[in-house]
């Protein structure tokens, strides 16, 4: 690709007309996929040009996921096929590696990455550059810091990836499709999730090269705001069925949540807010290895909101009070008692829930049961002598999934069967078997679809309507404006600002964009 090709705005759409946009690349024809009791994919048929970015769409449990597991040749179609345009010739993937080989490629939603192994080590796995029998690491590291230069991700190419952060994590896996020499076809699973704004603009840009080299795209997102910016159509699934296609430019988002859900959706931020009342919650000056004097309370029916870019600190604040990193100095205070919380469990017994940020690796046994699960927290409650009561526990799945609504036929079903906001409500499930007085959401809808994040948002007015604390820790700014009472800005690790509910109902975006960039330090930080 031409150095610097696409990486300029342009208006969605604008190129469409030549000759190489308008030649099919992909075709999915009558795609029917059918596991045990199921059937994922009900006949789904569809074509992909030369150059289009076109969005996928649906609820979780729409059928997304299975599709993009059929194109790549993850899983073989029940009936139907997947056939891609290789100079001229129709090729039909067989496995994932064959789907690489015709030039398909997929950065899956869950960061699928060589923990243990550095940033460059992980873009040329399979393909070290050789100096005869030995590994020529000059190279590897110069074309390595090439593409951390295109993607401004400023690492470096030694670094270990278990040292980075989630986001950066992600922005590594987005950026190792670049080291790949024949592209035609690119799939991104939610890719923003994890990713602050000025990151999202980086894929964007990286995007709109692709297309610009006449390579698809093919775009799976829930927040529907990305897809009128950068996608030039859009499919729509629903319970394994095909809806339709659109043009981005004849839809707008009410129209996308309506042929999705089923219903309009006008504002999904709008629910109860209570009056506060005592408090639950106190941090003062609090210190640990990647934040430094931090301070806020945390009041019963209180939406408490922390905002950051990646890197901030917020989510290490969290950690540090669940006990499951270090604090270097500073006090908590739990309903106005001193308290020392070495680790999760004593922070568990003192009435704090925490739900992490990677649902899939901190949260979830994926292979055991939504029973299983649902209790994991709690089996001291229903325990005597060591004992488990197993009429208790099978009570307690059932009254959890109907009170968080979890869709599955049964709670004996693996959790890793579940579609993502369905997990995530299983991590609901199992921190409010423990009745904690304190809630802390990390990244609560991090790849959860319109409908799974209005039911999420129902149970957390739901809590605080019972008097509970909740924070909610999201990189997603709307969200975090949008369903806090008060938000603390985090910025480098320290507070850069502390909004009242007033304050945040006057600010722009842009206004609390600029005090996460920006260390305040004549900012002078109150316990709020």
């Known amino acids: 690709m031409p150095a610097g090709s696409g990486w300029h705005r342009h208006k969605t759409g604008e190129q469409w007309g030549n000759g190489m946009e308008q030649e099919v690349l992909l075709k999915i024809e009558n795609v029917v996929k059918t596991y045990p009791g199921v059937q994922a994919l009900k006949g789904i048929s569809t074509t992909i040009r030369k150059g289009e970015v076109r969005a996928l769409v649906g609820e979780n449990g729409a059928g997304k996921s299975t599709l993009i597991k059929c194109i790549m040749g993850v899983e073989a179609p029940t009936e139907g096929k997947v056939e891609i345009n290789v100079d001229g010739r129709w090729e039909c993937p067989k496995s994932a590696i064959d789907a690489k080989e015709l030039g398909m490629h997929a950065n899956y939603q869950n960061v699928n990455i060589a923990a ?3 940033i460059a080590e992980n873009y040329f796995l399979g393909r070290l550059p050789m100096k005869g029998k030995i590994v020529d690491w000059n190279t590897m590291y110069a074309e390595s810091q090439k593409i951390i230069d295109k993607f401004q991700l400023n690492v470096n190419p030694r670094d270990t990836i278990v040292s980075l952060p989630v986001a950066m994590q992600a922005m590594i896996t987005i950026s190792k499709i670049s080291v790949n020499d024949n592209i035609r076809l690119v799939i991104f699973d939610e890719p923003t999730a ?7 603009e980086t894929l964007f840009r990286y995007i709109r090269e692709l297309k610009e080299s006449g390579v698809s795209v093919i775009y799976v997102s829930h927040r529907l705001e990305e897809i009128m910016e950068i996608c030039d159509s859009v499919t729509i699934m629903k ?3 095909y809806v339709e296609t659109k043009d981005v430019k004849d839809v707008d988002k009410d129209y996308l949540i309506s042929k999705m859900v089923g219903r309009s959706m006008v504002d999904i931020y709008n629910i109860e807010h209570q009056k506060p009342g005592e408090e639950l919650l ?5 210190t640990g290895k990647q934040f430094r004097d931090v301070s806020f309370s945390l009041h019963k029916g209180e ?8 890197g901030a600190g917020r989510s290490e604040v969290m950690r540090a009070i669940f ?9 908590v205070y739990v309903k106005g008692e001193e308290v020392h919380i070495r680790n999760p469990k004593e922070a568990m017994l003192k009435g704090i829930g925490f739900l992490t940020e990677d649902r899939r690796k901190d949260g979830l046994a994926l292979q055991q049961s939504v029973k299983l699960n649902t209790n994991m927290y709690s089996y001291d409650m229903i325990s005597k002598y060591g004992f488990i009561d197993l009429a208790k526990e099978k009570q307690r799945a059932e009254e959890y999934k109907e009170r968080v609504l979890i869709k599955t ?6 959790v890793n069967n579940l579609s993502g906001g369905n997990q995530q409500k299983v991590v609901i499930a199992k921190l409010l078997c423990r009745d904690p007085d304190i809630l802390i959401f990390d990244e ?3 790849g959860v679809d319109v409908g799974a994040k209005d039911e999420i948002f129902k149970i957390i007015e739901v809590l605080t309507r019972q008097g509970k604390g909740v924070i909610i820790v999201s990189s997603y700014l709307p969200e975090a404006m949008g369903l806090s009472d008060r938000m603390i800005v985090m910025s480098e690790g320290r507070v850069s600002g502390s909004l009242n509910n007033e304050e945040l109902k006057q600010m722009e975006e842009e206004d609390v964009l600029k005090l996460a960039s920006t260390i305040y330090y004549e900012y002078e930080q109150e316990v709020v």
């Open 444 to 446: 609560p809808t991090v």
């Open 194 to 200: 994890l990713l602050e704004n000025e990151k999202v």
């Open 239 to 241: 319970d394994g069925t």
């Open 323 to 331: 006990g499951v990193d270090p604090i270097t100095s500073g006090k």
């Open 409 to 414: 036929p049964s709670v004996e079903q693996k």
């Open 282 to 286: 106190r941090v003062e000056h609090l």
């Open 303 to 310: 939406i408490l909101g922390f905002f950051g870019l990646v």
């Open 116 to 118: 243990n192994l550095s």
